[in-house]
């Protein structure tokens, strides 16, 4: 089964989020919430993780994590298998507790990006319904990290409350809380009068389905650790958005490498014909040395239809002689 690489890099920030097997409950009563935090304040202590923010949902959690060392992997199978060893044994049931392996939405520190995904968690309990949201509080829901940042005789030991009261402005005193907790109101009675509670705010669908929220030059720094991650592993080990990117980048720079050889232009392959020779020893050579699929080179060469890529592939492999021969000659000399 192909699994999603995981990127890990000394103080990196994760949205981390996994819900039950089949959907089911991984927190039953307010004493298998408890376990778990406690479980989460072990492996904070374990691997030196800080969590800005935490909301527990039934059948699912989130975390908004800390990484000052590489070690999200060998932290998050502790805390997970740690913790349905105590869930299982309280309820004295077997087997997986957990569905498959947990989301880790890697998480840009600069801009506003840290303190949307620090709202789109403590929101969690707003956008489900789970208080009276007209006349309710967010304090209300008790199973999250919002009260431990407005009231701090609620606070564990390992919340790291001041990097999201900062990215607000806000100070770690009696003002800057009461600051948080107005702004935070503010937000759960937009979400009261919003249509589509999920749709509140436009930047919680890049937190929901993609798998990197932050800006290019933060896309193009974790591009080159999955780089380093992916090389010397065999490529069907892999699968996932984040091994997609490598895998576009990568053939990106060859065909940049092939036009120069070939003294072209990105400029120039919206004006040569669509089965052009050039075009077809470029998609050969891509096709060769990458993973990418039709799809993207006949976009990316303005081949038109996916199937023109397939048909001057098997049109390169087969040539014996003439200028497609020495086109494909010529491009193969260099290394990528």
């Given at each position: ?6 990127v890990?890099?000394e ?40 969590v ?10 989130h ?8 070690n999200?992997v060998d932290g998050?199978r ?18 997986h ?17 840290f303190?949307t ?17 007209e ?10 990290s ?29 003002s ?8 935070m ?12 509670p999920m ?5 919680w ?23 380093g ?17 490598h895998?576009?980048?990568a ?11 070939l ?17 077809k ?15 993207w ?9 996916p ?15 003439g200028?497609l ?12």
């Open positions: 089964m192909p699994r999603q690489v995981r890990q890099f103080r990196a920030t994760y949205h981390v989020m996994c819900r039950g097997n089949h959907q089911e409950p991984v927190f039953n009563d307010d004493r298998d919430c408890e376990t778990f935090l406690d479980t989460l304040g072990e492996a904070c202590g374990r691997c030196g993780w800080r800005h923010a935490f909301v527990l949902m039934g059948n699912h959690y975390l908004l994590l800390e990484t000052p060392e590489a999200l998050m502790w805390l997970q298998g740690t913790y349905t060893q105590r869930f299982n044994a309280r309820h004295k049931v077997w087997g507790l957990f569905q498959g392996r947990y989301k880790a939405l890697l998480v840009d520190s600069d801009g506003d990006y303190s995904v620090a709202g789109y968690i403590h929101l969690n309990p707003a956008r489900a319904r789970c208080f009276n949201l006349g309710g509080k967010l304090t209300d829901y008790k199973q999250s919002y009260p431990g940042y407005v009231r701090p005789a609620k606070r564990p030991e390992w919340l790291v409350v001041d990097r999201v009261l900062g990215s607000h402005g806000f100070k770690n005193d009696a800057g809380r009461a600051g948080y907790r107005n702004y109101q503010k937000r759960v009675l937009e979400i009261f009068h919003s249509d589509d749709k509140a705010d436009e930047k669908v890049e937190i929901r389905r993609g798998w990197l929220f932050g800006s290019e030059e933060f896309r193009l720094k974790i591009q080159d650790v999955i780089d991650a992916v090389a010397g592993n065999r490529r069907d080990s892999y699968s996932g958005d984040a091994v997609k990117r895998d576009e980048h053939a990106g720079e060859l065909l940049e490498k092939a036009l120069r050889k003294k072209l232009k990105r400029t120039d392959l919206g004006r040569l014909q669509k089965a052009d020779d050039r075009k020893v470029i998609a050969w050579l891509v096709r060769s040395r990458t993973s990418v699929k039709n799809e080179i006949a976009s990316s060469l303005s081949m038109g239809h199937s023109t890529v397939s048909r001057g592939v098997r049109a390169v492999e087969k040539a014996e002689g200028l021969w020495e086109f494909k000659n010529e491009i193969s000399k260099f290394k990528d």
